[in-house]
């Protein structure tokens, strides 16, 4: 592989197998009174750092990770972060949006002459409406403005495939849907997508770059990305296709083997897979006993970060979209940093590693991180605001239609309940879009909760009015434009689903679907696994479930292939293929809603819980 450009700072960025400078060009380049002794085994020289010549360098990493193309400030508590005031009260933070975050990161690396920024997957997919109608487009050249260095793959950079995902990195314009802009051809980016556990299942090859050399005065750091092997089980089969998702813990053990060979021992290991931390504030202090342990993080991240192998520095990762920066560990007993910035922008991890020039390793002693809000009280940066500007002129027509209204706030992704008031009306828009018996005959619906990707929220965005629902707003919340199924389903698979849940796959980290009204039960948190959803209590309009009867229900094509570990839900039979999820919820919004008649949240009381 050859050199990549150079990005807009100058930094000159490495792929394996690209060159270096030869020992006899680095010693010239060497300061007067230099000895020999200041150039490594590797030819590698003693340049500045802005605090003289010296062993060590400070190299600044810039961290976030989970964007999903929210190029504007998300609204309501999608655009909020918790923080920890220093009389132990809390307070709720506006946060987010690239034009303030790429404000925030060049602050940031002012005075740093060694900075490097990386993600950790899902920059783009489940997208608002300014990125998603342009098939993400417009959120890749923010990040290339924004001077991204690397990333891992995420889940949902599979959203549309490998070929798509391809495009994202190479550039051209979009198959059917052409040239957005007459006259200029998609780009691509400037920066690697790493995907060194995505395999091609015919030839076994890495889909992507597995790592990357970000090098600087003969500083070099290698980088490895994964996304959750689980990748399969939370994105549709069409996705991935043709794809063979392998372990992350063996596969940057492989990949770090290969980096130490090339000579590379400083390594980064960029995860999109993540953890729970103990507490949602975004300055929780995760080794609060400073014993660094890992006890204030759990989830799947703690047996990756135990298992990577030594010689990785540091851990940056996603996909929980939480804040934390904790040390976990590693499996010689040492505390290693494990981070991960929230979601949408909201956060960003500045995280300083001590380069030693003579040995070419990360200090780990020295390691220092922390989280950063990404306030709204900077600048906005000019070169991003014209960029959404332009992308916001053209999607106005579509984005600014109003499509019903509503009387408050209707939580989704901002509610921490089980059964969330948005869930209850995306599901039963499903059941009013389905049940007719030309349209599949429909007798329930439900709706998985990973799918509800924002709030309807009560304050105008723009210039719509109060209450209004706009297109781009229905669209943030049901961006995946996934088609509407109808199945049978017998009593018996149906009752195994809500129990799929609880247990399996789901056991520590639950899946509660939402459910369409008519359908109740008990699910009692005291219990363990399967147990809680309490038998007996499954009820349809007031009659309980018979295992042997068979029942129509509708759910999107995701859960119909058995995602997020429903199995059962993949059982069903005599399917009929509707209207997109975002069609039906658009039409119960104009149905049943009007500025004199809006649409009021749920009670969300259709999921008894006992905890």
Known sequence: MAARKKNRAGRRILVAGAGLATIGALVAAMPAGASQDDVDAAGASYSTNGKGWGRMVDVQLLSFNDLHGNLEPPAGSSG????????????????????YLATHLRQARQGNRYSITAAAGDMIGASPLLSGLFHDEPTINALNELDLDVT??????????????????????HP?????????????????????????????????????????????????????????????AEGVKGLKFGDEVETINKYTKILERKGVKSIVALVHEGGMPASQAVNYNCDGDGDGDGEGVSGAIVDIAKNVSPQVDALVTGHTHQAYVCSIPDPAGKPRLVTSASSFGKLYTDTTLTYDRRTKDIVRTAVASANHVVTRDVPKAEDISKLIEDWKTLAAPIANRPQGYIAADING????????????????????GLSPADKGGAQLALMNPGGIRADLVYKQAGAEGDGVVTYGEA?????????????????????????????????????????????????????????????????????????????????????????????????????????SDLDVFNAYLAANSSASAPLQAPAANRIKVVQ
């Open 413 to 432: 992704r901002g509610s921490t309940a089980y059964e969330k008031p948005l869930g209850d009306v995306i599901a039963d828009a499903q059941l009013a």
């Open 152 to 173: 891992s793959v995420g889940n949902h950079e599979f959203d549309e495939g490998a070929v798509e995902l391809a495009r994202m990195q190479n550039g051209g314009c």
């Open 475 to 579: 669209f943030t919340v049901q961006p995946f434009t996934n088609m509407m199924n109808v199945v049978d389903l017998s009593g018996a698979n149906l009752i195994t689903a809500l129990k799929q849940q609880v247990s399996g796959s789901n056991l520590n980290s639950v899946k509660i679907l939402q459910v369409s009204k008519g359908l109740t039960y008990t699910l009692d948190m005291t219990k363990t696994g399967a147990d809680r959803v309490v038998d007996g209590t499954i009820m349809l309009n007031g009659q309980p479930i018979d295992p042997a009867k068979t029942y129509r229900v509708a759910m999107n094509e995701f859960l119909a292939g058995g995602g997020d570990g429903f199995a059962a839900l993949a059982t069903g039979t005599n399917k009929l293929v509707g209207a």
């Open 176 to 236: 059917t849907a052409g040239c957005y802009v007459e006259g200029k051809e998609f780009r691509g980016a400037d920066f690697p997508y790493l995907a060194a556990n995505v395999t091609k299942e015919k030839t076994g090859k890495p889909l992507l770059d597995p790592y990357f050399i970000w090098e600087k005065d003969g500083v070099r750091i290698g980088f490895i990305g994964v996304t959750l092997e689980g990748t399969p089980n939370v994105v549709t």
């Open 80 to 99: 909020q972060v918790t923080r920890v005031k220093p009389d132990g009260t809390t307070e709720k933070i506006d946060a987010g949006g690239v034009e």
